[in-house]
């Protein structure tokens, strides 16, 4: 009955944690804000090119985690970071001192809360990534501007207006924009934090579709608040909360069937 | 199980297990007084039985749309979304009961209380005994939530099939004994049979209940015996 809630790779055959390819890997990490911990020793592995939701209530750390990934907590002073995020094939450690956060974000793409184009066109705002890494060649930008916006499934909409304002656009497409420019330099990993949560309902399908269609191809890590939409897109759940990674498990069995009591009583919205 | 912070969201759940339970309550009624009548060869109570399985189709529609509204309007999840699946399935299966119940009572009206076999109907009253026995069983273990009394009876399954495959080749020897013992027969053998079904809906009650409290759904082949598709009549001489 685990079909109930199908993930969206309803023809494959079921996912196993185990021998699923890591993209990164977490391990006994803590973080501090100051003299407040807001992770306790948190574990669990990203499986490579599969969608991972982060769910969990308000303060839970869930947005505290994702942005370990990109090092965001490193724009703060006082902010200090324990234990491992593991990033393979070179497993690297990138929440060490000794790597650069601009070295990590060139490698790991994040979308925001709210779409937060830059003001530019819509052309400059994809092409912004790779200029940053040093692509000059006009061709080159060109094709990854394209192929980037098609992934976001916003190229028929904008193709004809690629240099006029980014500002112009509705809330939606401005943040399949920010997702398309978070996309061009092909990161391996793309995080993105409540990227639906300022948007309506259609905007909200098209990002979820886009997510299904990128899936396969890139590794994401999403928070959310909406625990459907985790169902819907992700192939892996954590559930966290007061700093704990609670339960990690294949998101069928997670909204199904979850192992831990504080889960079940989260996800059908029960007091804990 | 600790309630939800949506009060209503309590509410429609209990209203909803309440209702198959109530569900559950009239179809075994029926099956009780569909035995009743057959055997006591009551064609008063047999005609009651008939008009009263209405009841349980309404209860089934009932059921379905608070089902599906509540789907619609809670998007429920693990334990609440098997509450309802549950609901549904089980909804549908003492639907089914109820028709059986129902097509039993139908042949003691067509047979117009013209027999007096207590013999041929022993056999049947037996088999009556033991799926009334499981369906209660099963009922009560959903009220209970309890996964191991439904098992009880998932695992008795075969019994009912080995009942209802010597009942058959008994009935059989009635028929090659005396042609007109042949109409009376082949009532009770569907009557049989519609018994035997009222036992496999038990046992796929069993199978929901274990998914319900369990959360997996029961893979095991169900232990089955009925061998009548295969049995052959030798004619004497």
Not at chain 1, 246 to 253: S, W
Not at chain 2, 97 to 115: M, Q
């Amino acid at each position: 009955m685990a079909q109930i809630v199908k993930s969206r790779s309803e023809s494959s055959a079921p996912l196993s944690i185990a021998d699923a390819p890591r993209r990164a890997e977490v391990r006994n990490l803590n973080f501090f804000y100051g003299d407040a911990q807001a992770l306790k020793s948190v574990n669990f592995p990203v499986i490579d090119r599969k969608v991972t939701a982060l769910i969990g209530p308000s303060g839970c750390g869930k947005s505290t985690l994702l942005r370990c990934f990109n090092r965001m907590h490193d724009l703060y002073p006082g902010n200090r970071y324990e234990g491992e995020i593991r990033l393979y094939p070179e497993d690297l450690n990138i929440v060490s001192r000794d790597v650069d956060p601009m070295y990590v974000r060139l490698r790991i793409g994040m979308v925001f809360q709210k779409p937060n184009p830059f003001p530019k066109s819509i052309y400059e705002n994809v092409a912004a990534g790779l200029w940053v890494r040093g692509v000059r060649k006009k061709a080159l930008v060109d094709e990854r501007v394209e192929f980037a916006l098609q992934r976001a499934a916003l190229w028929n909409e904008v193709k004809d207006r690629l240099r006029e304002s980014a500002y112009g656009l509705s809330g939606g497409q401005q943040q399949r924009l920010c997702i398309a420019r978070a996309l061009a330099p092909d990161p391996e990993i793309i995080l993105l934090d409540e990227p639906t949560s300022a948007l309506d309902p259609i905007a909200t399908s098209k990002i979820e579709e886009l997510l299904t269609n990128i899936g396969d191809q890139v590794t994401v890590i999403i928070v959310t608040h909406n625990m459907q939409q985790a169902a819907r897109v992700s192939h892996f759940t954590a559930f966290m909360h007061l700093g704990n990674m609670v339960e990690y498990d294949v998101t069928e069995k997670i909204f199904t069937n979850p192992a831990e009591k504080r889960t079940l009583d989260y996800i059908t919205g029960r007091f804990g | 199980m600790t309630e939800h912070i949506l009060k209503a969201f309590d509410d429609d759940l209990r209203e909803i297990s309440s209702r198959v339970a109530e569900m559950g309550g009239i179809a075994e009624r029926l099956v009780v007084e569909s035995v009743d009548a057959l055997v006591k060869r009551d064609i008063a109570l047999a005609k009651r039985v008939v008009p009263a399985d209405a009841q349980v189709d309404a209860l089934q529609r009932e059921i379905e749309e608070k089902a599906i509204l509540t789907i619609a309007r809670r998007q429920p999840m693990a334990v609440d979304l098997r509450e309802i699946v549950s609901a549904l399935r089980i909804a549908n299966d003492l639907e089914r009961v109820g028709d059986l119940a129902k097509n039993t009572a139908k042949r003691v009206v067509a047979l117009d209380g013209d027999y007096h076999a207590q013999k041929q109907l022993r056999g049947v009253r037996h088999m009556a005994d033991m799926v009334i026995e499981r369906l209660k069983q099963v009922l009560d273990a959903y009220g209970a939530r309890d996964a191991e009394r439904a098992m009880d009876v998932w695992r008795r399954d075969g019994e009912v099939d080995s009942m209802y495959t010597s009942l058959f080749r008994e009935l059989l020897t009635y028929m090659m004994e005396d042609p007109r013992h042949i109409t009376l027969c082949i009532h009770l053998l569907f009557a049989a049979k519609n018994i035997e079904r009222i036992g496999d809906h038990a046992t796929n009650i069993a199978e929901t209940i274990y998914y319900l409290v369990i959360g997996e759904v029961l893979t095991d082949e169900r232990p089955k015996v009925d061998t009548t598709s295969f049995a052959k009549i030798g004619m004497p001489g």
